[in-house]
């Protein structure tokens, strides 16, 4: 066996080895937050109400701008996903509501739980890949892409999502062009939008 074959067999091991030293990293929310996650709760204070997340319940209002209300197990409200690189979220929608154009770092798949959607991402060559998605449809978004989703049907929609990291990130685009510190004069030039358009834009985000 090659020096290089030894090495990475050797290297696979104690990855494992690693992965598999906690049965579980129940994030402990009162530390900070580093690079890899929060620090592991003490495991004799662990129960089992750490492993069930309830923010799913009832009904949710969808009277933001978009239409929509966006629920996140992320580890920061859900810290039992800490360190097992997963995540969920839960989409409403209201009657035409949409969950406008964002990306993760992550991967995502989504799964229609009432109503019909559309659901779609733009690739890196600008192909839109899109579908009208009914109940229990399912459809996945690759890592980083933008994607977006649209209630087209007659009544409220909802939907629930599953990310591979336990804190994906989320960036909706035009809230990040237009809701933030970015000068309206650069906002103009990078979307080649007027200057009545970008003042437009931002009083709607700043008020929204």
């Not at 090495?7 to 990855?15: E, G, K, P």
């Not at 909706?172 to 990078?190: H, K, M, R, V, Y």
């Amino acid at each position: 066996m090659s020096n290089l074959s030894f090495f990475f067999i050797f290297s696979l091991l104690a990855s494992l080895s690693y992965a598999i030293e906690l049965d579980f990293c129940v994030g402990d929310l009162s530390l900070p937050r580093g690079p890899q996650g929060y620090a592991c709760k003490d495991p004799s204070t662990v129960t089992t109400d750490d492993f069930v997340y309830t923010g799913f319940r009832g009904e949710k209002t969808t009277t933001n701008i978009f239409g929509n209300n966006v629920t996140l197990a992320f580890s920061n409200a859900f810290p039992a996903l800490n360190g097992l690189g997963i995540t969920m979220g839960r989409l409403d929608f209201g009657v035409g509501g949409v969950i406008p154009l964002h990306s993760h770092r992550t991967s995502e798949v989504i799964i229609v739980a009432r109503g019909s959607i559309i659901a779609g991402f733009i690739d890196s060559n600008n192909t839109a890949y899109y579908k009208r998605l009914e109940v229990n449809d399912v459809m996945v978004f690759p890592q980083a892409m933008l994607h977006f989703q649209i209630n087209v049907g007659t009544t409220p929609a909802t939907a629930f999502v599953s990310l591979n990291g336990a804190n994906p990130g989320l960036q909706l685009t035009t809230p990040s062009l237009f809701a933030g510190n970015l000068p309206g004069d650069i906002a103009e030039q990078i979307t080649l939008l007027s200057h009545e358009e970008v003042m437009w834009m931002k009083r709607i985000f700043v008020t929204a």
